[in-house]
């Protein structure tokens, strides 16, 4: 995968301490990384850059909001997300990305691309069970729920408390359970 030009930080021309990146990903983002489970992507990325004589320290924070699809609806909502990572980068002989939070990059490297980075910290940050703040609170009004609804084992039960015929064999069944 082509790395994005501004997502590549020049670190050589830089004096020693703190320096502040801030970018706003949007769709096209994700595009270049083929995923599609954004319908649409307003975040805001701040990155602090502090340089060291011998190291490199990054903090990524992220916040803003993703449009997705809700897991039991399938209805597009506004979903919230924050995240932040602390990245180390030391040199070394070879470039070296086993670890979580340290970067390991070669001697006579002049720049760091930190898409990849962003990129994990948003999807990260989504949660896993995406669910419409609609159908937590009951305000959201669908023929899928209604459906659910209706599917659902607490509703056939009721329909069973309220006399419907049931077969006799399962009758004997529950005497199984109460002759202990």
């Known amino acids: 995968m082509k790395p ?16 502040h990146f801030e970018y706003k990903i949007s769709e096209a983002f994700f595009q270049h990384f083929e995923y599609e489970d954004f319908n649409d992507v307003n975040i805001k990325v701040n990155v602090i850059l502090n340089k060291k004589t011998t190291l490199l320290e990054l903090h990524f924070e992220v916040s803003g909001d993703v449009n997705i ?16 990572f602390d990245l ?11 670890f979580i ?8 490297t002049h720049d760091i691309n930190i898409q990849q980075y962003i990129y994990e910290l948003i999807v990260l940050a989504v949660p896993i069970k995406r669910i419409h703040p609609g159908v937590i609170d009951g305000t959201l009004r669908s023929d899928i729920l209604k459906k659910l609804e209706e599917l659902s084992p607490d509703s056939h039960k009721e329909r069973q408390d309220e006399g419907d015929d049931i077969d006799p064999r399962w009758n004997t069944l529950k005497q199984l359970l109460t002759d202990k």
Request: with cysteine; aromatic share 10%; glycine share 10%.
């Open 101 to 108: 939070d340290i970067l390991i990059i070669p001697h006579g």
């Open 69 to 84: 699809n809700c897991d039991v609806t399938n209805e597009p909502f506004n979903q919230g997300i924050r995240n932040d």
């Open 88 to 98: 180390v980068v030391k040199f070394g002989s070879e470039f070296n990305d086993e």
């Open 4 to 19: 994005l030009k501004e997502f590549t930080i020049p670190f050589v021309g830089l004096k020693d301490g703190a320096h």
